[in-house]
């Protein structure tokens, strides 16, 4: 293992992943790799087939056909040892709500051997619950049982969250909340986090990484720098006088530009075609009136791929 230099093992990798049920291919082909330590996000519109590959990666249903592998091992032919190292919560925790969160988890940490009352009380930390531990779970917000949620699925320490769905009815702080542990926990405990969601804008600041999916397919994955990144290739808008000798001027230079709409033209540019666009185009007499950068979010970008389809 230590021999192992650069070439890290990813956590997950599906490989031809396809689920068929009836006569519908509900999951097509897919494959992907998970690379560890990262918050990862796993993004589809509605129906697209999130839950149905989580329920495959944890073994809630069988493989049509293809693989996946966890840690290296193959959730088909060594199920136990794939899935001992992962802590999922794919529909709603079951919790029971007459006991306190405290009695909940020693209740679960009782059916997993070693883990201490130390442990326990590390976790309820690392989940923010440590002021209302000892509430009955029925006093509890949604939040507050999805924090308890992830102390559970915690408990045996796994390299591996997989989370179906976390954020779904958590006002815009639970989210913040949720998305600020989660991080916490992919750096503080080493692990990696596995989330899938239909909410594009939060994913954008949770993950390091996003796979997109559309009816079982994959479609994109993208890496969000966390930060900015100069040589990456924008739209720019220039506000010109007349756009299309402007956008004359620019195509004639080899530059890819595009009228938008009256007096706007579009330049697809690196950070320093930015200058020479300009350059280009108050040397051919056009005035520029202004120079923007389109910032597109995740949202825009995953409308754009998925077409805006949003299924049920
Ligand atoms: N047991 C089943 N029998 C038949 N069809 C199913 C079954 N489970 C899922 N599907 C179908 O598979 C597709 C994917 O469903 P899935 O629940 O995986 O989507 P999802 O991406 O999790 O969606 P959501 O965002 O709504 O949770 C849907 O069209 C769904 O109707
Ligand atoms: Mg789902």
């Known amino acids: 293992m230590e021999e192992e230099?650069?070439?890290?093992?990813?956590?997950v990798q599906l490989k031809n992943l396809t689920k068929v049920i009836g006569k519908r291919k509900i999951i097509d082909n897919l494959s992907l790799d998970v690379t560890r330590g990262q918050v990862f996000g796993f993004l589809g519109p509605n129906g697209s087939g999130k839950t149905t590959t989580i329920r495959m990666m944890v073994g809630l249903i069988s493989i049509t056909s293809g693989e996946i592998f966890?840690?290296?091992?193959?959730?088909?032919?060594?199920?136990?040892?794939a899935i001992r190292h992962?802590?999922?919560?794919?529909?709603?925790?079951?919790?029971?709500?007459?006991?306190?969160?405290?009695?909940?988890?020693?209740?679960?940490?009782?059916?997993?051997?070693?883990?201490?009352?130390?442990?326990?009380?590390e976790i309820v930390q690392m989940v923010g619950l440590e002021g209302r531990i000892h509430d009955k779970v029925k006093t509890y917000s949604l939040?507050?049982?999805?924090?308890?949620?992830?102390?559970?699925?915690?408990?045996?320490?796994?390299?591996l969250l997989i989370l179906?769905?976390?954020?779904?009815?958590?006002?815009?702080?639970?989210?913040?909340?949720?998305?600020?542990?989660?991080?916490?926990?992919?750096?503080?405990?080493?692990?990696?986090?596995?989330?899938?969601?239909?909410?594009?804008?939060?994913?954008?600041?949770?993950?390091?990484?996003?796979?997109?999916?559309?009816?079982?397919?994959?479609?994109?994955?993208?890496?969000?720098?966390?930060?900015?990144?100069?040589?990456?290739?924008?739209r720019v808008l220039f506000e010109v006088n007349a756009e299309q000798p402007a956008h004359a001027a620019l195509t004639a230079r080899g530059k890819q530009a595009e009228m938008v709409a009256p007096g706007v033209v579009a330049v697809f540019a690196q950070r320093e075609e930015i200058a020479e666009a300009n350059e280009i185009l108050v040397s051919s007499g056009v005035k520029v009136y202004g120079i923007r950068q389109q910032v597109k979010t995740l949202e825009d970008q995953f409308l754009e791929i998925t077409g805006g389809e949003q299924r049920v």
Not at 5 to 11: D, N, R
Not at 96 to 113: D, E, S, V
Not at 143 to 159: D, I, W
């Open 86 to 121: 992962v802590g999922a919560i794919v529909e709603n925790p079951e919790m029971y709500k007459y006991l306190t969160g405290w009695q909940n988890l020693i209740h679960f940490a009782r059916m997993i051997p070693g883990v201490t009352e130390h442990r326990v009380k």
């Open 164 to 234: 179906d769905e976390p954020t779904n009815g958590l006002d815009p702080a639970g989210i913040r909340e949720l998305r600020d542990y989660l991080r916490r926990l992919a750096k503080e405990e080493n692990i990696t986090v596995f989330v899938s969601s239909h909410l594009l804008s939060e994913m954008e600041l949770m993950c390091d990484q996003v796979a997109i999916i559309q009816n079982g397919r994959l479609i994109d994955i993208r890496n969000l720098e966390h930060g900015s990144k100069g040589d990456q290739a924008m």
């Open 5 to 11: 230099t650069g070439m890290e093992q990813p956590i």
């Open 143 to 159: 939040g507050m049982r999805q924090r308890l949620g992830v102390a559970q699925a915690m408990l045996h320490k796994p390299g």
């Open 70 to 81: 966890i840690n290296g091992l193959s959730v088909k032919q060594n199920f136990e040892q």
